[in-house]
């Protein structure tokens, strides 16, 4: 694997750095990341998320989540990456079943489509936990 000079190592970084959609790793980013969460009962939470982000330098690529280049910045000129905005709602049905459904979706910047195919992304999860 070969770092490039100043490149951030997370170590161990998981897929799920940014979101769930997962569209890039931590290298090389600058970031902005809001979310808010709402308890809107004893048993039910939402929660909201809008992840914008951009290459901190021109001459940087972005990188997945394992630190290889995912997109080199050969004849781009652009550092908006793009956004992800995602919501999540979980049900605590009981004290041991919790039911939980995620929405994301990640929306391509300039730097995207300059550096190839730049389609939006969408992601949707559903999960069952049983705890014994």
């Not at 998981?14 to 709402?38: E, K, M, V």
Request: glycine content about 12%; proline content about 3%; hydrophobic content about 45%.
């Amino acid at each position: 694997m070969t770092w490039i000079q100043g490149t951030f190592n997370g170590l161990f970084a998981s897929a799920a750095y940014f979101g769930l959609i997962a569209t890039a790793g931590p290298a090389n980013h600058r970031d902005l990341q809001p979310q808010l969460g709402l308890e809107v009962s004893r048993r039910v939470s939402v929660s909201a998320g809008w992840l914008v982000f951009w290459r901190r330098e021109l001459a940087d690529g972005i990188y997945t989540w394992s630190g290889q280049l995912l997109r080199s910045a050969v004849g781009t000129c652009s550092r908006f990456v793009g956004k992800s905005p995602s919501v999540t709602v979980r049900w605590g049905v009981n004290a041991r079943l919790t039911l939980s459904g995620d929405l994301s979706g990640f929306t391509a910047g300039p730097f995207i489509r300059e550096s190839g195919a730049g389609a939006t992304s969408r992601f949707v999860r559903t999960t069952l936990a049983f705890r014994f």
